[in-house]
Each structure stands twice: as C-alpha cells, then as structure tokens.
C-alpha cells in the first residue's frame, strides 16, 4: 500500500475488508502518505449486535487497538459499512444461479461460497448468500452507491465484554456528550438497486 500511494498521481482509495492491523501499520509508520488517501472505506463493526460476540463484528474484534487507530484517532477520511446494511444485503438462490449462468467467473464465485451459504442458513436463518465485503468494495468504486450519515463513532478495547465493538452514536442533540470521532457511516442503501448493481458488475460488467 505504501508503495502505491507514493507514486499514486491522485488520491487513492483504500478499501478495508479484513481487521485494519495492515491499515494502522501504514498509518503509523508513513504519517506522510496519509494525505494522499483520498478515503478508507472499511467494511466492519455494528450499530447494534455483532457476529462475534453480542457487541462486536468480527473485522473489528480481531484487532480493535487497530480499529481504533484507524477509525478514531486518525484523520483519514473514512466510510464504515457495519454488519448493520451488509445483513440485509444478502442474495437469494435466483440471484445466486442469474450469476452462475452468466460465465465461467460467474460460476466459479457461486461454487466456492457453498459453505458461506451454509453458515448464513444455520447462523440468520437465510437461504441465500450475504455479500459483506461486496457491498464496501462497490461504496469504494462507486461512491454514493450507499447511504450515509455523519456519526461519532468509537472502538471499544478495554472491556473484556465488549471487546471490539463500535459504538456508532446515532442520536441526535448530544453532540456534546458524544466520544471517538465524526466518520460516515453507511446505515442504509437502495438494496434492490445494489444487488442489480452486483449482479451486473459480477457477470462482466466491470470489465
């Protein structure tokens, strides 16, 4: 990453998808190629409930003193895709056979998230497929693909209990009493819309 935005001609956009370990590393150790990240758009924590634990998302709770770093003590400009939108963005068996059709990447896509399907049947009770990282790679690529609101937002790291979880406050008139720092955060999109935007960018469009 370090060696793309020192000879990037323009700001870069970096999409998160995985604990930000990598991500408060580069912060850390290259404070000057901070400003040529045009924005981080990261895919992790939850408003309310995780999938981890009862309060935090996986991507967050694997490294949360990273997590902080990146989405409360830097000033990097950042859109958070919680687990809150990612969930409802899941595809249906119709969806999922549209995209095997549609080619041998189609396919191969499909073939391998057998499994995945299975955890979503066991875990939220869907039969279909929940496209987490998808849903912030096509904020990332295509920017108001997803609808967001400026909160404050925090990670928590020094409670055993809640242990990674972010605390996105979504009240309004507390701003005096709100902690971490103001990001957007993705709480809501057109969700048909998305999917036919999937759909058509993993069939081939996006070549």
């Not at 408060?24 to 995780?50: D, F, K, N, Q």
Request: overall charge negative; hydrophobic content about 45%; proline content about 5%.
């Amino acid at each position: 990453m370090a060696g793309v935005l020192k000879t990037a001609q323009t700001p870069v956009t970096i999409a998160a998808i995985g604990p930000m370990t990598n991500i408060a590393l580069l912060l850390a150790v290259y404070p000057e190629l901070c400003p040529r990240i045009g924005r981080l758009v990261v895919m992790g924590g939850a408003a309310s409930g995780g999938n981890v634990s009862a309060t935090a998302e996986f991507n967050v709770w694997s490294d949360p003193e990273a997590a902080r770093r990146v989405l409360v003590e830097s000033d990097v400009p950042t859109t958070l895709v919680p687990i809150d939108l990612t969930h409802r963005a899941w595809v249906d068996d119709r969806w999922l056979k549209t995209l095997a059709a549609s080619g041998p990447t189609g396919a191969s896509l499909v073939s391998v998230s057998a499994p995945y399907r299975t955890h979503y049947q066991r875990e939220l009770g869907l039969d279909g497929l929940v496209l987490h990282d998808a849903v912030a790679v096509a904020e990332a690529i295509w920017p108001g693909t997803l609808k967001c609101r400026r909160l404050a937002a925090d990670v928590v790291c020094d409670s055993a209990a809640a242990r990674g979880a972010t605390v996105i406050d979504t009240r309004s008139g507390y701003e005096d009493e709100r902690t971490g720092r103001e990001i957007d955060v993705a709480l809501d999109a057109d969700i048909d819309a998305l999917r036919d935007l999937l759909l058509d960018k993993l069939s081939g469009g996006l070549c």
